[in-house]
């Protein structure tokens, strides 16, 4: 079964920028939709942003348009996700995950997830 790598989150500080990467083991994953989630401690798992197999079309949650972007690179299976303007309430960890259903990828009802990668915002 293929598997999803996040790496790239860390401490920031308010105001600052981080880019998440996630990698897929396998080729297969260059054609699925894939996106972004995160879930800080004590609430449930939201969903961040997707993206279609070609990157034409992306979705996000109300809480990062405009400071939060997702991309890919099908030659690499890689997605990113450049996050700009962080706020406190950004922290949590984020989860890669992928599916050959965009509605699936945007519940969030897809088998594949990545272990996620801590993001921390604080002065």
């Known amino acids: 079964q293929g598997q999803l790598v996040e790496s790239g989150g860390g401490l920031v500080q308010p105001g600052g920028s981080l880019r998440l990467s996630c990698a897929a083991s396998e080729r297969t994953f260059s054609t699925y939709y894939m996106g972004w989630f995160r879930q800080a401690p004590g609430k449930e798992r939201e969903f961040v942003a997707a993206?279609?197999?070609?990157?034409?079309?992306?979705e996000y949650a109300n809480s990062v348009k405009g400071r939060f972007t997702i991309s890919r690179d099908n030659a690499k299976i890689t997605i990113f996700l450049q996050m700009n303007s962080l706020e406190p309430e950004d922290t949590a960890r984020y989860y890669c995950?992928?599916?050959?259903?965009?509605?699936?990828?945007?519940?969030?009802?897809?088998?594949?997830w990545g272990q996620g990668t801590q993001v921390t915002v604080s002065s």
């Open positions: 993206i279609s197999w070609s990157g034409g079309v992306t």
């Open positions: 995950t992928a599916d050959p259903r965009y509605a699936t990828v945007v519940a969030g009802r897809s088998g594949y």
